[in-house]
């Protein structure tokens, strides 16, 4: 009897043919087996009818191969008709944990063609399906009678209730070949109500990864823009290939078109992105009446020459300052355009590139903005020559720097340096090092500043050299639980006074920020046109608690003594006189519900507070608190942007299992105190529906923007997709 029974088993275990391509959005891919794992058979009674040649299990009816399992009250397998089925509870349990039930199934024995009677279907995900009845036809197509497919959880009091929403369809045909699914007489009901109805629609089936098609739109409102409608359309051309076309409507303000194509090829990739409109020219920030076409470009790419080679682009350009903020396209105050080559080795690092900015502020000027090209870098260490543990290294740069109007810089650049750490038997940790820096430029238009209306064109050169001894010697203790840290540190640096002439333009060094972090660098300009000069002291002390949980709390305090005051560094640096301002650095973390970060600077004497950052991240998950607050002193090499005081934060709160509220606010503090941006979120979301709104109102202040109140939606149905704009809190 066993051989008859072997292939109606496997037949009826082939029942998940008919409910696969509903699994497959669940599933992953599937793997083709060398060979069929043996098919398990338990039940109350087995017979085979020779004359009917029918075999037939009945009761408690269990099939099992691999980890497919299929239960039914009673399983047929008729030798005559090559037919299977199975009736009564019937169960069939997917490995990846779907689970399928019916009342009455069967299938044919080329699979080709099947039946499953009052189709029942629950997914990984607890959505749910269910169907009157479902048919194979042909092995190429499925249809499903009086489906409804939803992903919200049944109410728990009464089942019977109508889910959040489900969608219902008089039919639905799977076309396996075309890999479509289709949809006739389909409903959208929320609460049981409907409130859309469409006699066709298709998608892709879940096995489909890329489809031309629409894509959900966005919508929102503003004051400038009016109502804002975007309908995106997604093109596939090839499988390493597509593009994202978005027309948007906007009431007050006409329409553009938003574009992005992207293309993989077998060593790199390239997005090619941007947007035009046509728009009402504005003349100092009122419109004229005359058109005008308008856009923006931003597009990438990189490529993998070799296994030590890679060369891109970037590209981002606009036709006017304001338009990618009164679009809300971006919101950069700069935007930088660049085609490089880099080398990648174990010990080095090569690059040649060009730059090109645009500046969006308002004190930008395009003719005096520069054009880099070329800016060739070369970075090499070597690893320890000796059981001392020392190495060397060689920093190259070549950069040419040229305007339309104002400087043009050629430098040339070379600083070789030795390293030599030493870690004492005592605990001490030690630090040699040894640098020169070299280097040429070649200026035109330099500004004398002793007389403004000279200009000096010419060549100049510089030789820096610096030798740097760091001592530091940790303390550690531990007191129970927590551990204790108290280390000293000190670093002595002498290099020649001077080394910064007036004949070397300023490019690289004009923003100096002072704190923590660079306290106990050689050179505390982020370029080399400038350089650290003279004979310091830099002297500082560490204070660290560590629970034994992960908490922790840190200070640092540090200053640094230079032998001779000169020019080296503008005022409001908090380094221009022989002793610097104070630097400090306040970490708490004691644990997952607090974190504060607090850099502060000191005036030496008076012990004032020239800088202040602080950020701060508070509470449980259902009210996390985020602060930030900083005040940045005037300095005279970037004085266009004056004082800057700045207080912004928000929060987020978990109102209760469905419903977050977030908000976030920027305000300018100081003379010019104000409103920058502010942003509320409201929130719903389960496990199937989500619906947020977004108010958003921000305090332009800039030639040709107005102050701006906006309100964006988003609606997102689980495995369906999402309606509106992503703009919020969170």
């Given at each position: 009897?066993?051989?008859?029974l072997l292939f109606p088993l496997a037949l009826l275990l082939g029942l998940a043919t008919l409910t696969a391509p509903?699994?497959?959005?669940?599933?992953?891919?599937?793997?083709?087996?060398?060979?069929?794992?043996?098919?398990?058979?338990?039940?109350?009674?087995?017979?085979?009818?020779?004359?009917?040649?029918?075999?037939?299990?009945?009761?408690?009816?269990?099939?099992?191969?691999?980890?497919?399992?299929?239960?039914?009250?009673?399983?047929?397998?008729?030798?005559?008709?090559?037919?299977?089925?199975?009736?009564?509870?019937?169960?069939?349990?997917?490995?990846?944990?779907?689970?399928?039930?019916?009342?009455?199934?069967?299938?044919?024995?080329?699979?080709?063609?099947?039946?499953?009677?009052?189709?029942?279907?629950?997914?990984?995900?607890?959505?749910?399906?269910?169907?009157?009845?479902?048919?194979?036809?042909?092995g190429t197509r499925k249809e499903m009678s009086r489906a409804v497919y939803s992903p919200c959880d049944l109410c728990?009091?009464?089942?019977?209730?109508?889910?959040?929403?489900?969608?219902?369809?008089?039919?639905?045909?799977?076309?396996?070949?075309?890999?479509?699914?289709?949809?006739?007489?389909?409903?959208?009901?929320?609460?049981?109500?409907?409130?859309?109805?469409?006699?066709?629609?298709?998608?892709?089936?879940?096995?489909?990864?890329?489809?031309?098609?629409?894509?959900?739109?966005?919508?929102?409102?503003?004051?400038?823009?009016?109502?804002?409608?975007?309908?995106?359309?997604?093109?596939?051309?090839?499988?390493?290939?597509?593009?994202?076309?978005?027309?948007?409507?906007?009431?007050?303000?006409?329409?553009?078109?938003?574009?992005?194509?992207?293309?993989?090829?077998?060593?790199?990739?390239?997005?090619?992105?941007?947007?035009?409109?046509?728009?009402?020219?504005?003349?100092?920030?009122?419109?004229?009446?005359?058109?005008?076409?308008?856009?923006?470009?931003?597009?990438?790419?990189?490529?993998?020459?070799?296994?030590?080679?890679?060369?891109?682009?970037?590209?981002?350009?606009?036709?006017?300052?304001?338009?990618?903020?009164?679009?809300?396209?971006?919101?950069?105050?700069?935007?930088?355009?660049?085609?490089?080559?880099?080398?990648?080795?174990?010990?080095?690092?090569?690059?040649?590139?060009?730059?090109?900015?645009?500046?969006?502020?308002?004190?930008?000027?395009?003719?005096?903005?520069?054009?880099?090209?070329?800016?060739?870098?070369?970075?090499?260490?070597?690893?320890?020559?000796?059981?001392?543990?020392?190495?060397?290294?060689?920093?190259?740069?070549?950069?040419?720097?040229?305007?339309?109007?104002?400087?043009?810089?050629?430098?040339?650049?070379?600083?070789?340096?030795?390293?030599?750490?030493?870690?004492?038997?005592?605990?001490?940790?030690?630090?040699?090092?040894?640098?020169?820096?070299?280097?040429?430029?070649?200026?035109?238009?330099?500004?004398?500043?002793?007389?403004?209306?000279?200009?000096?064109?010419?060549?100049?050169?510089?030789?820096?050299?610096?030798?740097?001894?760091?001592?530091?010697?940790?303390?550690?203790?531990?007191?129970?639980?927590?551990?204790?840290?108290?280390?000293?540190?000190?670093?002595?640096?002498?290099?020649?006074?001077?080394?910064?002439?007036?004949?070397?333009?300023?490019?690289?060094?004009?923003?100096?920020?002072?704190?923590?972090?660079?306290?106990?660098?050689?050179?505390?300009?982020?370029?080399?046109?400038?350089?650290?000069?003279?004979?310091?002291?830099?002297?500082?002390?560490?204070?660290?608690?560590?629970?034994?949980?992960?908490?922790?709390?840190?200070?640092?305090?540090?200053?640094?003594?230079?032998?001779?005051?000169?020019?080296?560094?503008?005022?409001?640096?908090?380094?221009?006189?022989?002793?610097?301002?104070?630097?400090?650095?306040?970490?708490?973390?004691?644990?997952?519900?607090?974190?504060?970060?607090?850099?502060?600077?000191?005036?030496?004497?008076?012990?004032?507070?020239?800088?202040?950052?602080?950020?701060?991240?508070?509470?449980?998950?259902?009210?996390?608190?985020?602060?930030?607050?900083?005040?940045?002193?005037?300095?005279?090499?970037?004085?266009?942007?004056?004082?800057?005081?700045?207080?912004?934060?928000?929060?987020?709160?978990?109102?209760?299992?469905?419903?977050?509220?977030?908000?976030?606010?920027?305000?300018?503090?100081?003379?010019?105190?104000?409103?920058?941006?502010?942003?509320?979120?409201?929130?719903?979301?389960?496990?199937?529906?989500?619906?947020?709104?977004?108010?958003?109102?921000?305090?332009?202040?800039?030639?040709?923007?107005?102050?701006?109140?906006?309100?964006?939606?988003?609606?997102?149905?689980?495995?369906?997709?999402?309606?509106?704009?992503?703009?919020?809190?969170?």
């Open positions: 009897m066993l051989q008859h509903l699994l497959a959005q669940q599933s992953g891919p599937a793997q083709e087996n060398r060979q069929d794992p043996p098919v398990l058979l338990t039940a109350d009674e087995v017979d085979y009818d020779e004359e009917l040649m029918l075999v037939t299990a009945r009761g408690n009816v269990e099939v099992a191969q691999a980890n497919r399992v299929v239960t039914a009250d009673l399983v047929t397998y008729n030798q005559k008709t090559d037919t299977v089925t199975a009736t009564g509870n019937v169960v069939l349990l997917e490995p990846t944990g779907e689970v399928v039930f019916a009342d009455y199934a069967e299938l044919q024995g080329d699979m080709k063609d099947g039946f499953i009677d009052q189709l029942r279907l629950l997914l990984t995900d607890n959505s749910r399906l269910a169907a009157n009845n479902a048919r194979r036809i042909g728990k009091t009464d089942p019977t209730r109508a889910p959040l929403w489900q969608l219902k369809a008089r039919e639905v045909i799977h076309d396996e070949e075309a890999k479509d699914l289709i949809y006739h007489d389909a409903v959208m009901e929320i609460f049981g109500v409907p409130i859309a109805y469409t006699p066709y629609f298709s998608h892709p089936d879940p096995t489909v990864e890329r489809r031309s098609g629409v894509l959900p739109p966005r919508i929102g409102y503003s004051d400038n823009l009016g109502a804002v409608l975007g309908v995106p359309y997604y093109y596939t051309f090839s499988p390493q290939s597509d593009m994202t076309l978005e027309p948007v409507y906007m009431s007050e303000e006409g329409s553009l078109l938003l574009g992005e194509y992207r293309q993989r090829f077998s060593n790199g990739e390239i997005t090619l992105g941007g947007s035009v409109a046509l728009v009402e020219e504005r003349e100092a920030g009122r419109r004229t009446g005359d058109k005008a076409t308008q856009g923006h470009i931003d597009s990438s790419g990189v490529f993998h020459l070799n296994e030590r080679w890679r060369a891109g682009f970037d590209i981002e350009h606009v036709s006017n300052r304001t338009y990618l903020e009164r679009y809300d396209l971006q919101t950069k105050d700069i935007l930088t355009s660049r085609l490089y080559a880099e080398r990648f080795t174990p010990n080095a690092y090569t690059s040649i590139a060009s730059y090109r900015f645009q500046g969006l502020r308002f004190f930008d000027v395009d003719e005096e903005t520069p054009l880099v090209a070329p800016y060739v870098q070369h970075r090499v260490m070597t690893p320890g020559f000796s059981d001392l543990g020392g190495y060397f290294t060689l920093d190259t740069t070549a950069l040419s720097l040229t305007r339309d109007v104002g400087v043009d810089s050629h430098r040339a650049s070379v600083v070789s340096g030795y390293h030599l750490p030493y870690y004492a038997p005592s605990g001490e940790i030690l630090s040699l090092t040894a640098t020169l820096q070299t280097d040429v430029y070649q200026t035109q238009d330099l500004v004398d500043p002793l007389n403004p209306n000279r200009n000096y064109d010419g060549t100049a050169g510089r030789v820096f050299p610096q030798l740097a001894l760091g001592w530091r010697y940790p303390f550690v203790r531990n007191s129970g639980s927590v551990q204790q840290l108290i280390e000293p540190i000190a670093n002595v640096v002498i290099s020649p006074n001077g080394s910064n002439p007036d004949d070397i333009s300023n490019e690289d060094s004009q923003a100096l920020i002072f704190d923590s972090t660079n306290l106990f660098s050689l050179n505390r300009f982020a370029g080399v046109d400038r350089v650290s000069s003279g004979t310091r002291f830099d002297y500082g002390m560490n204070f660290g608690l560590y629970g034994d949980r992960g908490g922790s709390t840190t200070l640092f305090l540090g200053q640094s003594y230079r032998l001779r005051e000169d020019d080296t560094y503008e005022i409001g640096t908090g380094l221009e006189d022989n002793k610097s301002d104070y630097v400090g650095r306040l970490q708490v973390s004691p644990n997952q519900y607090l974190d504060m970060v607090y850099r502060f600077r000191l005036d030496s004497e008076t012990l004032d507070f020239n800088r202040n950052e602080l950020s701060l991240y508070a509470g449980p998950s259902d009210f996390r608190v985020n602060l930030n607050y900083v005040k940045l002193p005037l300095q005279a090499a970037t004085a266009q942007f004056g004082d800057r005081e700045e207080l912004s934060g928000g929060f987020i709160a978990q109102l209760d299992r469905y419903w977050r509220f977030g908000t976030r606010a920027v305000r300018e503090l100081g003379d010019d105190a104000g409103m920058r941006d502010i942003r509320a979120t409201l929130a719903y979301a389960d496990e199937c529906f989500l619906l947020g709104v977004t108010y958003r109102r921000e305090f332009t202040n800039d030639i040709g923007l107005e102050p701006d109140n906006a309100i964006y939606f988003r609606v997102e149905f689980k495995n369906l997709g999402a309606l509106g704009d992503n703009d919020g809190v969170f």
